[in-house]
């Protein structure tokens, strides 16, 4: 581990000059704006007191930006972890209570240390096999269940809590005549003046003008109207010291869920990143990107922040406004905390069916129409991956639906690769320059030797596409009864201990015939992988060649001269000799 894997922030220091702390201070001042109604909204649909969603957004983004790559990823509280987060801890208590929020926080804690290991570990590689299918799939499922979640603050309706998804539309559905429209008029007034600034001054905080629309409307119905119900007042102060559950009881209970936050925080962080990255030209180390979460979650932990990740809009946002360098996201953090100490008081004044309006329209915003149209028209392994993965999440644990889309996506990736393509090859003689060279039959027809089949194999030999593979060469010797097989290993990256016997056992096979399996091109890195494995040795050296040439000039020699007497087929230099 060298010195800027620890203190990566060293590497970007040098950047910072008084243009780009200029930059960063006007981009941090936005990201503060637009980060303060979306953490009390985010804080509601994680179950916790709205001041949870904004100590979240004063800490995690601070750490993250110290410890992270991306120059533009603005981590803190999001949609789809918050929600998790409610399916996770609500199972072991009851959403607001102290009980509630300590378990929240051990799960952040137990999700940072998962994060961090996978960092540390370097297996940052490893998102790159989770389709972002599942993402989209279940941010678009978790809006539903959102939109759902808040639709009771909306009309007023009484719904038991713990109720699933169906449950709760059908209490939705029985109990509509005893909706209270002035509720409803509270949050469709604070949605629609949202959506209206958003269009009219899309550079003014649409969601922040919004509320205090809406909150002017419940101010001004408090006197003739009952129900309406405030947020009540969030303290004003810096993110006070907490400190998780470190019961073992505690620990193991959390474990499985706290597996999959870090789980969907990992590949939304990297994504995001990894989609700034390419507007500004960056390169995203996922590894450190790793640790970077998973810091800014333990710290997080001790400051009553729960979990957070990579926001896209925040973080896009971020960008645009001209940020330079990591330190946008720590002025952000900084004007956020300045605000809060100001405006704390007024937000007694918030309405939580208003509240319910910022919701619903951050929960529409959180669905990928354009991703999702492409995919299922484009792609039937990624349209069936999005369709489990968005009605895992509406009908099962939220945890188990990130499983099951990641499950799904690996098995479509393995069912990929476990088939590699095995094109037939032949001599073709350019006419102008007599030049020879293997193409492709299927591009050309050519003609073949009886007796040597001329294969390349297109992708990494290994447990998954072995027994493909193994059909091929069968097929080869049981059909077409050719038992000497050269295979152009060039494009083979990678042999591991399945594929090595199996290819063993069919060269033995075809030795029984009198032939043999011959590699040629093979890469020096897998040549000496699999030489310790004895591969080498079992099949023998005189099996594997550096040119195609010489190859020929020495499986030549073993074929049947009867057969070369009558062959029309000539396609080699030593038959003309």
């Not at 992270?68 to 399916?87: E, K, M, R």
């Not at 995001?272 to 810091?295: C, H, L, P």
């Amino acid at each position: 581990m060298n010195f800027l894997t620890l203190f990566p922030f060293l590497s970007w220091f040098k950047l910072i000059n008084k243009d780009s702390i200029k930059a960063d201070m006007l981009a941090g001042i936005t990201g503060a704006v637009i980060v303060l109604p979306q953490g009390v909204a985010f804080a509601t649909i994680a179950g916790l007191p709205p001041e949870y969603g904004l100590y979240t957004a004063m800490v995690t983004p601070v750490i993250a930006a110290l410890f992270g790559s991306s120059h533009h990823l603005v981590s803190g509280p999001t949609t789809a972890i918050s929600i998790v987060i409610f399916s996770a801890v609500s199972h072991h208590a009851d959403p607001g209570t102290p009980e509630f929020i300590s378990i929240a926080l051990t799960l952040t804690f137990l999700a940072g240390v998962y994060q961090l290991a996978f960092g540390l570990a370097r297996l940052g590689a490893l998102v790159n096999f989770v389709s972002h299918t599942v993402v989209i799939g279940f941010t678009a499922g978790a809006a539903i269940l959102i939109a759902t979640s808040q639709m009771k603050h909306i009309l007023g309706i009484s719904v038991p809590k713990g109720e699933s998804f169906l449950h709760t539309w059908l209490d939705i559905f029985n109990g509509i005549g005893s909706s209270n429209l002035y509720l409803l008029l509270i949050a469709m007034a604070t949605l629609f003046t949202a959506l209206l600034i958003k269009k009219k001054f899309p550079k003014i905080p649409n969601l922040l003008i919004g509320m205090v629309v809406g909150s002017l409307i419940a101010y001004g119905l408090k006197d003739t109207v009952e129900g309406i119900t405030l947020i009540g007042k969030i303290p004003g102060q810096l993110p006070p010291p907490s400190m998780p559950d470190f019961s073992f009881e505690t620990l193991t209970a959390l474990a499985p869920e706290a597996f999959a936050v870090a789980l969907l925080g990992l590949i939304e962080a990297v994504s995001i990143s990894r989609a700034v990255a390419t507007k500004s030209y960056q390169r995203i180390n996922s590894n450190q990107e790793f640790i970077g979460q998973g810091m800014s979650n333990v710290v997080g932990s001790f400051f009553s922040s729960y979990a957070g990740s990579g926001s896209f809009t925040r973080s896009g946002i971020n960008y645009e406004a001209g940020a330079k360098t990591p330190m946008s996201a720590i002025f952000a953090a900084v004007f956020l905390l300045v605000i809060v100490l100001l405006i704390a008081p007024l937000t007694a004044y918030l309405p939580v069916a208003a509240m319910g309006g910022v919701i619903l329209l951050v929960a529409y915003n959180l669905i990928d129409f354009h991703h999702i149209e492409m995919i299922l028209k484009n792609s039937k392994s990624e349209a069936s991956i999005l369709i489990v993965t968005f009605l895992s999440t509406l009908f099962l644990e939220l945890e188990f639906a990130i499983y099951m889309g990641v499950l799904l996506s690996l098995v479509f990736f393995l069912k990929q690769t476990s088939k590699p393509e095995i094109p037939t090859l032949s001599i073709n003689v350019d006419e102008k320059t007599n030049r020879r060279c293997f193409l492709n039959i299927q591009k050309k027809p050519l003609k073949q030797c009886p007796q040597l089949k001329i294969i390349r194999i297109d992708r990494s030999v290994y447990f998954g596409s072995i027994n493909y593979i193994q059909d091929r060469i069968s097929h080869i010797a049981e059909n077409e009864h050719i038992y000497n097989i050269m295979i152009d290993a060039s494009r083979i990256n990678f042999i591991d201990l399945a594929g090595a016997e199996a290819l063993v056992s069919e060269n033995a096979i075809l030795k029984k015939h009198g032939g043999g399996l011959y590699f040629v091109g093979l890469k020096s890195s897998v040549y000496e992988a699999v030489a310790k494995s004895l591969f080498v040795k079992k099949i023998g050296t005189d099996h594997f060649y550096d040119s195609k040439s010489t190859a020929i000039n020495n499986i030549y020699k073993k074929l049947n001269r009867d057969v070369c007497s009558s062959c029309q087929s000539l396609i080699f230099k030593e038959c003309n000799a």
